[in-house]
């Protein structure tokens, strides 16, 4: 069955302290592999697209990358605008059924 | 460049009620999909509609039910509501390139079941 799991589930950070999320998945043939923020009351902001093992993607302080397990979002150095749900989802191979994971709560205290 | 839009952004109904979404995509996005986000379930796969067609399916009941226009707008029902139902409701459009795709989502329709 395809699945993903984020974790943690909830995360606070100093500001300036740099953490990942981790986001592990299983799929029958990924088409891709999605990040994106969500801030309370909003639809989904998309951040990135992963397509194959060991491909990475930066933006700002934030830095995506793929394995064939899993995939992490790396945060350097976070400010408090940071402070958001993020959220993965994988792309079914042979279907176009987008499975998203619970998120991962993340706040940073100034 | 005009975002994904969703009427009305909130809905108040009660039970047995039935109810209409609406989605209009970014111009030029054909492929549209709707989910239903709830505190306990996350994101859930509604369905996706490609040209007019339904292209796929979550696992929802029959009385949630979708379709597409020419213009790639896009329309959401659900029937004989239940209070189960009270959730955010997404719509996204996806962007097809040689590079892959990317889903933008709309700001949600809040439906609360009375």
């Known amino acids: 069955e395809d699945q993903v799991t984020q974790s943690p589930e909830a995360l606070r950070l100093q500001e300036g302290e740099s953490s990942s999320l981790n986001c592990s998945y299983t799929?029958?043939?990924?088409?891709?592999l999605f990040w994106y923020r969500q801030d309370p009351g909003k639809g989904p902001e998309f951040l990135f697209t992963?397509?194959?093992a060991g491909e990475e993607k930066e933006k700002e302080r934030l830095k995506a990358t793929l394995t064939k397990k899993e995939s992490f979002l790396h945060i350097t150095a976070p400010k408090p605008e940071d402070s958001a749900t993020y959220l993965c989802?994988?792309?079914?191979?042979?279907?176009?059924?987008?499975?998203f994971g619970t998120g991962t709560r993340l706040k940073v205290l100034a | 460049k005009a975002g994904v839009t969703q009427t009305p952004r909130y809905l108040i109904k009660t039970r047995g009620q039935q109810v209409t979404l609406s989605c209009s995509p970014i111009?030029?996005?054909?492929?549209v999909s709707w989910y239903q986000q709830t505190p306990g379930q996350g994101l859930q796969f509604l369905f996706e509609?490609?040209?007019?067609?339904?292209?796929n399916k979550g696992n929802f009941p029959g009385r949630f039910s979708g379709r597409q226009f020419s213009n790639s707008r896009s329309e959401m029902n659900v029937s004989t509501l239940e209070l189960g139902d009270s959730a955010l409701y997404l719509c996204?459009?996806?962007?097809?390139?040689?590079?892959?795709?990317?889903?933008?989502f709309g700001p949600g329709t809040r439906l609360t079941v009375l």
């Open positions: 996204a459009s996806t962007k097809t390139s040689f590079t892959g795709n990317e889903q933008f």
């Open positions: 799929v029958s043939g990924l088409r891709g």
């Open positions: 992963l397509y194959s």
């Open positions: 989802a994988v792309q079914a191979g042979g279907t176009y059924k987008y499975i």
């Open positions: 111009s030029g996005h054909r492929s």
């Open positions: 509609y490609f040209s007019e067609t339904q292209r």
